[in-house]
């Protein structure tokens, strides 16, 4: 009775004074791996989210000091962090996974033609202004894409702008020197204005 | 006046609200105040054969200060295992006036690998790791005002301290903690000498 009694006590204390890893995610319901250091050897842990002893953690994986934690999604870049696990301490994990390189250029690329179509739409209503200011946030999300400066070197011509126009119709052919209908605008408006190329 | 106020706060926000790494503390602790005070004994004798007077001396007397006090303590620039902290303490409950007010600063070093919260975020990725349990001990020091009967009367002395700490915060969820803590220290004041032993229970807070 008395040994039940301290045996009791004793895992109370551990429970009480032991530290917990608890592991969420964004998204969750993702694998959660642990790879040992030294052998490299995997191990499947659970699922997000996910909430264990530290104690237990340490006597399955072994007492190393730092833990390599791989969480992992199919459609996701795999998350990893090296967490302490000496002491008893509550580590407790958010990890937000980023979307895999190809689906993030899709979207990106999806998002550029949908704003370009609408940008299209608000030129044919004569909304130029509202088509800037969706050009101007293009422009901070896509500076390298030289169809975002032809729409811009487009409205300012239809606003009356030539000395903006041309100036958006050079950088699009700066950045993209394959893009012939800046070129054509570049060469037309240079003409017009009798403007050298390089000034 | 109101300049000064508002730099102190933003001194404070600044410092406090960092958000990431070590995190700061601040705890809100009653206990216990004793404080044995020695008043300080005088006696000059007589060399001067020629001369006719006699001996001068004062006799101090002794008298022991109890108080439930209250003790406020920020930890702040805190490591992982040290941090310097301030630390204020009033009396709450005395006998007949009698008091011990002091204010001190000081640090502590932690026995266990990590003495304080951590937490770390990028890119929406939160890592919060906090110490279950941690143990300290410490030194500090500061100053004080005690107020103290003799047998004939109330005297009040102002002292410097010198001492050393010890205890342990239980962390309960992502913010709170059960403290405990025990201290000894020296005083030295203008009138008096002391030995001051401070045993604090309370919460602390993770800023």
């Known amino acids: 009775m008395r040994n039940s009694l301290i045996v009791l006590l004793f895992s109370y204390s551990a429970m009480a004074f032991g530290g917990q890893l608890m592991i969420e995610s964004n998204p969750s319901d993702c694998e959660i791996f642990t790879i040992d250091f030294k052998t490299g050897k995997k191990s499947n842990l659970g699922k997000t989210p996910y909430k264990a002893e530290l104690e237990f953690l340490k006597s399955s994986i072994g007492d190393n000091g730092i833990v390599q934690v791989e969480i992992h999604k199919p459609g996701f870049d795999a998350f990893n962090i090296a967490i302490p696990v000496i002491g008893n301490n509550d580590i407790k994990i958010n990890a937000n996974l980023e979307v895999e390189q190809d689906i993030k250029l899709t979207q990106d690329f999806d998002l550029l033609v949908s704003d370009l179509f609408d940008v299209l739409r608000m030129i044919r209503m004569k909304d130029y202004q509202n088509g800037m200011k969706k050009l101007d946030l293009l422009e901070n999300k896509f500076p390298h894409y030289s169809i975002v400066y032809e729409m811009k070197g487009t409205v300012s011509y239809l606003q009356m702008n030539f000395k903006q126009a041309l100036n958006y119709y050079r950088k699009a052919f700066g950045i993209n020197p394959k893009n012939r209908e800046a070129y054509r605008m570049k060469v037309y408006l240079e003409k017009k204005f009798k403007l050298g190329s390089e000034s | ?207």
């Open chain 2, 1 to 207: 006046m109101l300049k000064a106020l508002t730099f102190l706060m933003a001194f404070i926000i600044v410092n406090v609200c960092s958000g990431q790494g070590y995190h700061d503390m601040i705890s809100y602790n009653v206990g216990m105040v004793n404080l044995t005070v020695a008043e300080n004994e005088s006696s000059i004798k007589q060399t001067d054969t020629s001369v006719t007077t006699t001996d001068t001396a004062t006799k101090g007397s002794s008298s022991a200060v109890s108080a439930i006090s209250f003790q406020l303590s920020w930890e702040f620039k805190t490591y992982s295992k040290l941090a310097y902290f301030t630390k204020l303490s009033v009396p709450l409950m005395s006998g007949q006036g009698t008091g011990v007010f002091g204010g001190d600063v000081g640090f502590s070093m932690y026995l266990n690998p990590l003495g304080a919260k951590y937490s770390y975020v990028q890119n929406g990725t939160t890592l919060v790791i906090i110490p279950k349990f941690k143990y300290y001990w410490g030194a500090f020091g500061g100053t004080g005002y005690v107020v103290y009967n003799t047998e004939s009367a109330r005297k009040s002395d102002v002292f410097f301290n010198l001492g050393v700490h010890g205890g342990m915060v239980y962390s309960m969820g992502d913010r709170w903690g059960f403290k405990a803590e025990i201290a000894a220290s020296r005083t030295t004041g203008v009138a008096t000498t002391g030995i001051m032993m401070n045993l604090f229970m309370g919460a602390s807070y993770y800023l």
